[in-house]
């Protein structure tokens, strides 16, 4: 099985093993997957997690967007507590970036900053292309990931709509 590619061995180092990971929540019974950015720590503990959700006029998160409701927009939200919303639900989690508490709270500032510009935009929901998987890749473009490295090691269990999806015009962040 190909995995996202690992730095070299090394010994166990508690100040540098911190992990940004993007795991699966499995969605529509278990066809499709919805995407979700984590922090961890060393021992694997979650940190804080990032979502995409649709969200109504009042802003507040769906579990479901609706195709048919015009009205939702796409939002980012982020979770700095141990459980998140889905954290404990996920599978096939992979890190994307390792490093110190410090590397890892700057990919979070970085993708909180842009969770906060796809939050002005109001960008229009769409189940297929403007969805939580397209922001996931958007924040982690942001967090100079590239988020087609996820695909190239043995992409995702479930299909992820919306991941190839472009919310921001490249240079923005």
């Known amino acids: 099985m190909t995995t996202v590619p690992r730095p070299k061995p090394r010994p166990y180092n508690p100040e540098h093993d911190y992990t940004v990971r993007v795991g699966e929540l499995p969605v529509a019974w278990g066809v499709g997957s919805h995407l979700v950015i984590t922090g961890h720590d060393p021992d694997g503990n979650q940190l804080w997690e990032f979502n995409g959700f649709a969200a109504g006029p009042d802003h507040e998160a769906k579990t479901v967007g609706l ?3 015009s009205s939702d927009t796409i939002r980012v939200y982020f979770d700095p507590g141990p ?3 889905h954290g404990h639900n996920l599978r096939n989690q992979r890190a994307v ?3 110190s508490l410090d590397d890892i709270n700057e990919f979070r500032r970085v993708a909180h900053a842009t ?3 796809i939050n002005h935009l109001n960008l229009p929901y769409r189940f297929d292309t403007t969805n939580s998987n397209a922001t996931v890749a958007e924040l982690l473009r942001a967090g100079h990931v590239d988020p087609n490295v996820l695909f190239r090691y ?3 269990k479930g299909l992820v709509p919306g991941y190839q999806t ?3 015009k490249p240079g923005l962040y």
Request: aromatic residues 22%.
């Open 83 to 85: 459980e998140g919303w």
């Open 115 to 117: 969770g906060d510009l």
């Open 166 to 168: 472009r919310l921001l």
């Open 154 to 156: 043995g992409g995702f």
């Open 67 to 69: 195709p048919w409701d």
């Open 97 to 99: 970036r390792w490093g």
